[in-house]
């Protein structure tokens, strides 16, 4: 073997542990977010539940409790996920969860025509809108491929 396959070999060892390593990263961060994002789960459900519970409607519950899952979750998920939250990126924040609200309340409409109920519709849809709002966070708001 030439010194030129060696050095190749070499390369494509040291591509694929860094590729390894930048994927163990970012499941660590992905855990990291589920984390924070379920402490913000369970403040902006409560919010939903109380506020449908006393009557709003859910379109208007889900608008509040977003409202405040993004003042209490843009610190939260910058600082202990993303290592950082400059206030410069708070509008793409905004956008992203109006996003969220949009596919959130687009769940719960369809799982309420499926007959579910209104709070365990809203609860099923929460699960997959986390995954949808760690990648777009990732890629959108704090720049990371």
Known sequence: MSNTNKGRANVTFGDDVRAESKQRATMWQLLRFLVVAGLNTIFGYSLFAALTYFGMPYPAAIGLATIGGVLFNFQSVGRLVFNGSPHSRFLRFVAVYSL?????????????????????????????????????????VFNLP
């Open 100 to 140: 969220i609200y949009i596919l959130n309340l687009g769940g719960v409409r369809l799982a309420l025509e499926l007959g579910t109920g209104l709070y365990l519709a809203n609860a099923i849809t929460l699960g997959p809108l986390s995954l949808i709002a760690f990648i777009l966070n990732r890629r959108f």
